[in-house]
């Protein structure tokens, strides 16, 4: 297996998405990959405990792959190719459940908490195998016939052994918006399932039928009472808790005095300045904004620095 030039890759302002990793999808169709790979000294794993991976954190927070007999796992826990790096390793996916006894040379860190501090190789990389181990968690059988289902494609899709189906991971779409006024305050809310003083943007699952803007639209009149304008397309990331990709917007709200929360799943919603939010952004202060690998802090952290395309 070679080694491909490949085009430049693209990059985002969002922080798990900030580079496209080399899948090396077109490897997958080869029903031996697995078995090569598994017999291949050369070839790396990592592995995914619960929604964690292994870090070492010289001098930043950094992966820890290991070689398939330093995990010491039996094939059957390798359940996905992940692709291969910029020297041309393949990577393999060992997904351990949630294992909070399990130890070894190196920490546990979840991805939803460490993903920001990443490289942008290790961000892809590690979101990937979160959200593919994820799913082959509750895909072990078929949703039409209740038959169980093998892995095909290096554990990117599951054939179902009862009615012949083939299955592939499941993403929900979700939109998140940072809205804006004409004086350029940015609108927060607090959910009533997060800590006191956390304030965060506004989102929501896209439902049947309805367009990625049509979400923003119906989400924002819903939690914040506004009606939104000028919806502009910022940054997706991939936020497997358990399947979901976010798709952050801007948009500009038609009547920044209509705010309101909802008092169910917001229960207060607030117009910041920037001034406002300085605390928040440097880390002290009551209000608190999400954590460095959301997409919700990079659209915070874009209006903030005044690179918002509104
Ligand atoms: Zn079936």
């Known amino acids: 297996m070679t080694v491909e030039q490949r085009p430049d890759q693209t990059t985002t302002h969002a922080p798990l998405s900030r580079v496209v990793g080399d899948r090396a999808a077109e ?20 592995v995914v405990n619960g929604a964690s991976v292994p870090l070492t954190d010289a ?13 010491g796992f039996a094939p059957s826990a390798f359940t996905g190719y ?21 130890t070894g040379p190196h920490a546990w860190g979840e991805m939803r908490l460490v993903g920001g501090e990443l490289s942008a190789e290790d961000a892809d990389l590690g979101v990937t195998a979160v959200a593919l181990a994820r799913w082959h968690r509750v895909a072990p059988f078929c949703p039409a016939c209740g038959s169980p289902t093998e892995l095909r494609q290096a554990g990117w ?74 919806i502009k397309y910022s940054a997706s990331q991939a936020w497997p808790y358990p399947q979901s990709i976010m798709v952050g917007f801007f948009a500009r709200a038609a009547n920044a005095e209509a705010a309101r929360a909802d008092g169910v799943e917001i229960l207060s919603v607030r117009w910041f300045s920037r001034a406002d939010l300085d605390d928040a952004i440097a880390g002290h202060g009551d209000i608190r904004i999400p954590a460095s690998a959301s997409v919700a802090r990079s659209l915070i952290d874009q209006w903030h620095s005044g690179n918002a395309p509104l």
């Open 82 to 102: 992940l692709g291969r790096d910029a020297a041309g390793t393949h990577i393999l996916l060992a997904a351990v459940g949630d294992q909070s006894e399990l």
């Open 27 to 46: 490897l997958r169709e080869d029903p031996e990959l697995m078995t090569k790979l598994l017999a291949d000294p050369a070839t790396r794993v990592l």
């Open 59 to 71: 001098p930043t927070p950094t992966l820890s792959l290991a070689s398939v007999a330093e995990t």
């Open 157 to 230: 899709s599951r054939h179902c052994t009862g009615c012949a189906r083939q299955h592939f991971p499941r993403t929900d779409p979700a939109v998140i918006v940072a809205i804006t006024d004409d004086e350029d305050r940015l609108l927060l809310g607090h959910n009533a399932l997060w800590p006191k003083g956390v304030y965060s943007l506004f989102a929501g699952f896209v439902e049947a039928g309805e367009s990625l803007e049509g979400a923003v639209v119906r989400e924002t009149f819903e939690e914040a009472g506004v009606s939104v304008v000028d």
